[in-house]
T-cell receptor, first 114, second 115 residues
Framework: AQTVTQSQPEMSVQEAETVTLSCTYD???????LFWYKQPPSRQMILVIR??????QNATENRFSVNFQKAAKSFSLKISDSQLGDAAMYFC???????????FGAGTILRVKS | DTGVSQNPRHKITKRGQNVTFRCDPI?????LYWYRQTLGQGPEFLTY????????KSRLLSDRFSAERPKGSFSTLEIQRTEQGDSAMYLC?????????????FGNGTRLTVT
C-alpha cells in the first residue's frame, strides 16, 4: 500500500524567511505524481505545486519549489519569502495514474510570524 | 468557474439518523471524488466517479455509505444509521480527466457532527 509521511506536525517561520516542509512516501510504482496542497483555516484546499515522477527537474511555482529525490522517495516543499497568507495546513499527496485517488499525508501546520 | 459547491456546510444529527450531502462539481469536470477528513488528519479517499460510473470505492466505505452521481453531474453521499465515528468533514473534489493528470478542485466540505 502506498503511504505518505509528513514528519513535522507543526512548523514556524518568520515573515520573509524560507521554510522547508518534509514529505516521504512509499511506493513500488515507477510512474506517479506528487502534490502539495494548502488548506487555510476554514477554507478549501488548493493545489500549491505538483511534480511528475518521470521528470528529473524540480517543479517551481513562484515562491514555492520542491526538492524531489526519487531514489530516497522524498518530496519536500520550500517556501521562500514567507508571507502571512502562507499560514495554513500543508498536505503532501501521492497519485498513481490519471484518475486514481490521492493518498494524503497527515499534514504540517505552518505558522508565519510577523 | 464557480468552483465546487457542497451543501450543507454543516450538519448535526443524532446517532442512528440518515444524512445526505450534495456536491456540485465544476460544470465541465467529468471526475468526482469524495474524501473524509477527521480533525488534524489528511483527507482519506472514499469513492470516485468518472461521469456517472462509480469506478472505485474505499474499504472505508461501509455498507452504510452510498454515493451516486446520476447523469454525471452532481453527486450525493448518503450515510445511513449514522454513528459517532462518522463525525468528520466530508470533502468533494472534481477534475477534468482527459488522459493526463488534472489537479483536483476541492469544495469547502460538509462538516458532520453525530451526537
Amino acid at each position: 500500500a502506498q503511504t505518505v509521511t509528513q514528519s513535522q506536525p507543526e512548523m514556524s517561520v518568520q515573515e520573509a524567511e524560507t521554510v522547508t516542509l518534509s514529505c516521504t512516501y512509499d511506493t513500488s510504482e515507477s510512474d506517479y505524481y506528487l502534490f502539495w496542497y494548502k488548506q487555510p483555516p476554514s477554507r478549501q484546499m488548493i493545489l500549491v505545486i505538483r511534480q511528475e515522477a518521470y521528470k528529473q527537474q524540480n517543479a517551481t511555482e513562484n515562491r514555492f519549489s520542491v526538492n524531489f529525490q526519487k531514489a530516497a522517495k522524498s518530496f519536500s516543499l520550500k517556501i521562500s519569502d514567507s508571507q502571512l497568507g502562507d499560514a495554513a495546513m500543508y498536505f503532501c499527496a501521492y497519485q498513481v495514474g490519471y484518475g486514481n485517488k490521492l493518498v494524503f499525508g497527515a499534514g504540517t501546520i505552518l505558522r508565519v510570524k510577523s | 468557474d464557480t468552483g465546487v459547491s457542497q451543501n450543507p456546510r454543516h450538519k448535526i444529527t443524532k446517532r442512528g439518523q440518515n444524512v445526505t450531502f450534495r456536491c456540485d462539481p465544476i460544470s465541465e469536470h467529468n471526475r468526482l471524488y469524495w474524501y473524509r477528513q477527521t480533525l488534524g488528519q489528511g483527507p482519506e479517499f472514499l469513492t470516485y466517479f468518472q461521469n456517472e460510473a462509480q469506478l472505485e470505492k474505499s474499504r472505508l466505505l461501509s455498507d452504510r455509505f452510498s454515493a451516486e452521481r446520476p447523469k454525471g453531474s452532481f453527486s450525493t453521499l448518503e450515510i445511513q444509521r449514522t454513528e459517532q465515528g462518522d463525525s468528520a468533514m466530508y470533502l468533494c473534489a472534481s477534475s477534468l480527466g482527459t488522459g493526463f493528470v488534472s489537479p483536483l478542485h476541492f469544495g469547502n466540505g460538509t462538516r458532520l457532527t453525530v451526537t
